[in-house]
């Protein structure tokens, strides 16, 4: 029903008071309320519901007076449905207005849908400041877990992730006999076996990286930091010496990466600082035994880490201080290439075997290609990298220590990755003149001055027999020549060692390693020792 105006209700009320006042037989005055409705009607002061709801009431109770007076009676008030919809569109003589109840229900919930609409607007009117007032670089958010690839968070622009692994292994290792060989990685020739709770080939790690974008251009940060589990013995080679095990001792800490970088898709990257070299870091970090143990260098004084496959398949590719460019990938292909802190020829092999040198003029030169592609249905890497430094003032026993003497350093070096299915390959050959062997610049320079060549390989696959259990097996040479003239009999000529091992994935978090490495060392004189280790361990990556 159409709601009425205060104005039309009082002056309804007073025409209907007057009507009552003076109020004749409905017989003869039936039809004056009827005319009065349609003067109202026709000023506009009801509506055409409004009329007709009244005009079918006036009808209905003139009616009812006319029957009354007939028979001297008068008929019970018909009983009234407070709930029934009136429609005086379809009046049929009988259909009356619905009581106050009716109106105040309708009124209510007409009240109650205003209210609900001016919530509404509230509602909207606050989204709309929130939107106004949102700054998201005030907004902090943890991204997806990815297994292996550490916690994201994105504080505004910049993004954070922190990463690690941690890792501990029982090794127990067992001398083969023999006797000693200058520059060898065998400890056969301890004559003891040794028992040791050691990291293997990884330290301990903790990497915290930082991302962002400014004015188009791409920056990042990067601290790592590789605590080891045993006591440091700090030497030549610092937290990665052999450790010290006696009472009140301290683990090491090798803080390797200290570097940032700033780049574009398109025109590439330039990274600036500490990090691992270009080099043989792809035969390191292709390397099974990164994941484990291999040969263990030092047993009963563990280092920070072990050897894995370093000296008996590649020259360690280490971590130097660097500017390095990093072209955009161009159809799986890229190239890196930096120049790196130069470092000093090293004579590892002892007893004046070897020319050492702290001159340098100019830096080491380093570079890389790799490319990445599908080929036959394996997915397949294929690197190249390659090594440059000129070295001055070399000293010896022979020379002295004033010789004016130098040499060049060059090494270049190949590698293959196939992966198909649940097996994975890899095959990886170096070359190098004054390189050495175990450690760049490691007994790479003879007493004489002169260079001596070096080579070595090693090839490895792995196949996974279970969803979870793989096993991997691995063999790998280090070979170093003599100089032209030399003669010392001592020295290292090889380098070897064969590797089994399981691998199986408890966790994405974790998995478990049992391993076996047999390592020796041959002199090229008749100097041989060899060594057996076994290994069983843990790790795991976040």
């Not at 039936?30 to 079918?56: F, P, Q, V």
């Not at 998201?136 to 690690?164: F, H, M």
């Not at 990274?271 to 691992?276: A, H, L, P, Q, V």
């Not at 120049?339 to 092999?349: E, G, K, R, S």
């Amino acid at each position: 029903m159409p709601r009425l105006s205060l104005r039309q209700i009082a002056f309804l009320s007073c025409v209907f008071s007057v009507g009552s006042l003076t109020v004749l037989p409905a017989t003869a005055h039936a039809d004056d309320y009827t005319e009065l409705l349609d003067i109202l009607r026709a000023k506009g002061s009801l509506t055409h519901g409004e009329y007709n709801s009244l005009l079918a009431h006036h009808l209905r109770h003139s009616r009812s007076e006319a029957s009354s007076n007939q028979d001297g009676t008068s008929s019970p008030p018909a009983k009234r449905n407070r709930y029934r919809r009136y429609n005086p569109t379809q009046y049929d003589g009988s259909l009356e207005p619905p009581d106050v109840t009716t109106i105040a229900a309708a009124q209510a919930a007409r009240r109650a849908a205003s209210e609900a609409a001016a919530d509404a607007r509230d509602t909207r009117s606050m989204l709309r400041q929130a939107r106004a007032s949102y700054d998201p670089d005030s907004v902090v958010r943890v991204k997806p877990y990815v297994a292996g690839k550490g916690v994201t968070v994105q504080a505004g622009q910049i993004e954070i992730n922190l990463s690690g692994f941690v890792n501990g292994f029982y090794t127990y290792n067992s001398p083969g006999g023999g006797k000693p060989v200058a520059g060898g990685v065998s400890t056969g020739s301890s004559g003891f076996d040794s028992s040791s709770v050691r990291n293997g080939l990884l330290p301990g790690g903790l990497i915290l990286k930082l991302n962002t974008v400014q004015d188009g251009i791409k920056l990042g940060a990067v601290f790592g930091m590789y605590p080891g589990l045993n006591n440091a013995d700090v030497g030549a080679f610092n937290a990665n010496s052999g450790g010290s095990p006696v009472g009140l001792g301290t683990a090491g800490v090798d803080f390797r990466q200290v570097y940032m970088t700033a780049g574009t898709d398109r025109l590439g990257t330039i990274k600036i600082g500490r990090d691992i070299a270009l080099f043989a870091s792809d035969a390191i970090l292709n390397d099974a035994t990164l994941l484990s143990v291999g040969s263990t260098g030092s047993n009963a004084n563990p280092a920070n880490t072990s050897l894995g496959r370093i000296g008996v398949g590649y020259v360690y590719t280490d971590w130097l201080p660097q500017i390095t460019y990093i072209s955009p990938k161009w159809h799986g292909l890229q190239g890196s290439v930096g120049i790196m802190t130069p470092l000093d020829p090293f004579n590892y092999a002892g007893g004046g075997l070897s020319a050492t040198s702290t001159q340098h003029s100019s830096p080491m030169v380093q570079g890389k290609v790799t490319y990445d592609a599908k080929i036959a249905g394996f997915t397949t890497r294929l690197w190249a990298s390659f090594l440059t430094q000129h070295v001055q003032n070399l000293t010896s026993s022979t020379l002295g220590t004033d010789s004016r003497k130098g040499a060049t350093v060059a090494a270049g070096d190949v590698g293959v990755k196939l992966s198909r299915g649940p097996f994975e390959g890899v095959a990886y050959y170096y070359y190098g003149n004054g390189l050495g062997t175990t450690g760049l610049l490691f007994d790479g320079i003879s007493q004489s001055g002169r260079k001596r060549n070096s080579e070595g390989y090693y090839v490895q696959a792995s196949y996974k027999i279970l969803p979870r259990l793989k096993l991997v097996g691995s063999y790998g040479v280090s070979n170093l020549y003599q100089a032209a003239g030399e003669d010392n009999p001592s020295l290292v000529r090889r380098n070897q060692s064969e590797v089994g091992a399981l691998y199986y994935t408890l966790t994405d978090w974790m998995f478990l390693v049992g391993e076996y490495a047999h390592t020796e060392s041959d002199a090229h004189g008749p100097n041989h020792e060899s060594d057996h280790t076994m290994s069983a361990g843990a790790m795991i990556t976040f």
